[in-house]
């Protein structure tokens, strides 16, 4: 089992910056890659950028690219999500994912996802 917990979420202003933590713990393998996921009402779970756990691998949803940067700290067993330039639009839940072996782009078509966060919320304000 891996557990995983997001933080970092909250309230910032169109143009804002914000950075979301998620901490794994258990049974951490180098084959893991991590993801941040967003949903909102309504609406289906969207990938958002995946990053291998080993490596520099890295994965973004079109709608993030040159916004967002996802980065890791395995010493800390933590991944982080870097959300530069915020619209209103990225008002979501995120949630922090893990899939055992596969690929990040495997993550980013939702494939081979075993564990998820309890999530955190992003709000912008326009």
């Known amino acids: 089992q891996v557990q995983l917990v997001e933080s970092g979420g909250g309230l910032v202003q169109a143009g804002g910056s914000l950075r979301l933590s998620c901490a794994a713990s258990g049974r951490t393998s180098s084959r893991d890659n991590m993801g941040w996921f967003r949903q909102t009402p309504g609406k289906e779970r969207e990938f958002v950028a995946a990053?291998?756990?080993?490596?520099?691998?890295?994965y973004y949803a079109d709608s993030v690219k040159g916004r967002f940067t996802i980065s890791k700290d395995n010493a800390k067993n933590t991944v982080y999500l870097q959300m530069n330039n915020l619209k209103p639009e990225d008002t979501a839940t995120y949630y922090c994912?893990?899939?055992?072996?596969?690929?990040?782009?495997?993550?980013?078509?939702?494939?081979?996802?075993?564990?998820w966060g309890q999530g955190t919320q992003v709000t912008v304000s326009s």
């Open positions: 990053i291998r756990r080993t490596g520099v691998m890295t």
């Open positions: 994912a893990a899939a055992i072996g596969g690929t990040p782009q495997a993550m980013g078509a939702m494939i081979g996802i075993d564990y």
